[in-house]
């Protein structure tokens, strides 16, 4: 089928759909469908019904007109107080079409679609001042896009613009302008230097700052791939010296440990051959024979296994003992 072409409420045949959430989206879109369709049918939404009004030639006064001597372009006229009430339920949920049925004019319908959901004239001009104090205090932070800034933007105006046909300022570029970051701020004085800011539109400077924006990007990049580059290279070299470092470390441990085990080696060779004192090596050498069961060992002359004969307390019987002895 041709109308399952279009989603609900996106048809240039159907109204758009009535949004409760997005009230002054809806309402912008549906007053553009209603005057893209007829002017008379927006004029009877705002100022209300056709009267069935006609002037009388003999009196040259406007009179009401029964319907029996309505004239047929009359009759037009007064069949269009019903289409603009055909268009607004055609747009409507059920649930704000119970809301409204029993209106008996199109005016009276889409008022009563406005107070509930823009409030009267007391709530409408405190959103107007709320969003006035958010047009004033609007920044766009550092990390920010042009195209995300921009939208917040863009939402400001148009819902004061809803809400009061009549607001109107020719400073939204200098506002945008200064509510840029301040690394814009060379951009800034350029534009300012080389355009007309009162016939500068705000969709041109938006052009402008993208193109801008993709520069400081691409910048931004190659700075951030410098640093990368130099970070790894400088950890490179780090770890380089660091194994450098670990190797020369081991391999003086290395050095030290055989030097620790040749000097060990030397006093252990030299303690072989040390001699030592004779008090000493004869208490040392009656420990091994007593620990090796060698202590048969006697006294040459008197037999006394407790000394040896130079110990011996008798004296020698002959010469020749006694030079033995003093030999000995």
Known sequence: MESEKYLEGQSMQRPPLFESDG??????????YVKSKDLDLWHVITYGDFPPIQNNPETKKDEIVPFDKQSDDLKKRLAKNNEPKMVIYNALPRKEYE???MCKSAKENYDTLLIPH???????????DRLVQQYEQFTISEEESIDNAFAKFNTIITSLKALDEGFCSKNYVRKFLR???????????????SKDLTSLSLDELIGNLKVYEVIIKKVSEMVKGKREQSRSFALKVKKESSDEESLT??????????AVKEFKKFFKRRGRFVRQPR????????????????????????????????ECPKSPRSKNQRAFVGGT
């Open 23 to 32: 009230f002054i989206y809806w309402k912008n879109r549906f007053e553009i």
């Open 99 to 101: 809301r409204i049925f």
């Open 118 to 128: 823009q409030g009267n004239s007391q709530v409408k001009d405190n959103k107007i």
């Open 179 to 193: 509510a840029l970051h301040l690394k814009w701020r060379a951009k800034v004085t350029a534009i300012k230097e």
């Open 249 to 258: 470390s081991d391999s003086k441990d290395e050095e030290y440990a055989m």
């Open 279 to 310: 008090d000493e090596r004869k208490s040392f050498q009656r420990s091994r024979d007593d620990k090796n069961g060698k202590s048969e060992r006697k006294c040459f002359r008197c037999r006394d296994p407790n000394h040896l004969i130079g």
